[in-house]
């Protein structure tokens, strides 16, 4: 009975809040002669914080046209700015910017689901042996990563110098199909330099101090063993795949759209995604190295805490985690 009473409450509570606002909005509308679209576009600064209070205004609406618009095609944006001008009573000529930042806020959320649909796409595409193309954005990575050695066979152990299991890197894949290998292939290709210094550090063992307090839990040898062998060390393409299983679920969960609507002036596309895979890579690495796990078996607690830290900076409304993309220049004039 008690529970049934909370939830009559919470339900009456839901639409008492629902009437209230749709109160306030009639109200507002009559003091400032201005919709509520009107009123984001004018009062807020464009990027996340106005593309995201657009969206919820739409998708809250009543009315069936401004509800649809989130998800239209991306060439029917244009016609559905003027249905909605039209729908408001507001005149274009009047508020010819009006419709400039409605467009550049359909546009963004268009696509955000979009790529949603794209890289969805790709993460339930198997790996096949079979498939040249596949194959060879193996071997390009091989060959990215490795420059200087030569694969000896497709079949080898030397995959596990750059981080797979075993001898046949397509077993791997299986988690997040073809999107980790796009990811690892785009990281290894486009940021080189960088990849190939991750590689390296992961394959390295570092020596580090030990405390009085790990000394007497060890023998002698024990603990000078520890020391000597501790690594940075993580399977540098398995971590790759995980991150990419991370970047992943920001995505689909909508974590990701302070990142994309603050840094893709139109629709972010899925070479904005992988921008995003490589940042986190770059910053895992870092945070890895930052946290000095005893050994591979943290990777779980660390892979967590650096999750929640990364979901902790995207809801700041004027986040963008790799804010030096071009992409982002483009904001200043929407």
Not at 44 to 57: C, F, H, L, N, Q
Not at 298 to 311: A, G, L, P, T
Request: net charge positive; charged share 25%.
């Amino acid at each position: 009975m008690k529970h049934f009473l909370r939830m009559l409450i919470q339900v009456c509570l839901y639409f008492y809040c629902k009437f209230l606002w749709r109160c306030l909005k009639f109200v507002m509308r009559k003091l400032t002669g201005r919709c509520e679209l009107q009123r984001i576009c004018y009062n807020t600064k464009p990027g996340a914080s106005r593309t995201m209070k657009i969206e919820t205004s739409l998708r809250d609406s009543k009315s069936k046209l401004l509800q649809t618009s989130v998800s239209v095609h991306p060439d029917a944006i244009e016609k559905t700015i003027e249905d909605i001008m039209e729908l408001k009573k507001i005149n274009p000529d009047i508020n010819p910017q009006l419709g400039i930042s409605l467009q550049a806020c359909l546009l963004q959320i268009v696509g955000y689901r979009n790529l949603i649909a794209d890289v969805e796409k790709l993460r339930r595409e198997p790996y096949d042996s079979d498939n040249p193309q596949h194959e060879e954005m193996l071997l390009k990575l091989w060959k990215f990563l490795k420059p200087n050695t030569p694969l000896e066979s497709r079949i080898s152990k030397q995959w596990c110098e750059i981080g797979f299991q075993g001898d046949d890197p397509k077993t791997d894949f299986r988690g997040m199909g073809l999107l980790g290998l796009y990811n690892l292939q785009y990281f290894a290709e486009r940021d080189s330099t960088a990849a190939q210094q991750v590689l390296s550090d992961s394959l390295h063992p570092k020596c580090r101090d030990i405390t009085k307090e790990e000394i007497s839990k060890f023998s002698k040898a024990e603990w000078e063993q520890k020391r000597m062998d501790k690594a940075i060390g993580y399977s540098f393409a398995i971590v790759g795949i995980n991150i990419t299983d991370l970047t992943y679920n920001l995505l689909v969960s909508g974590a990701l759209k302070t990142h994309f609507y603050n840094i893709a002036p139109e629709a972010p596309t899925l070479s904005h995604f992988q921008q995003t895979f490589c940042y986190l890579m770059h910053e895992f690495h870092k945070f890895w190295i930052e946290e000095d796990p005893i050994d591979i078996m943290e990777f779980n607690r660390v892979r967590e805490k650096f999750r929640k830290r990364i979901i902790k900076q995207l809801q700041n409304p004027d986040m963008a985690l790799c804010p030096h993309f071009a992409a982002s220049e483009g904001l200043i004039n929407m």
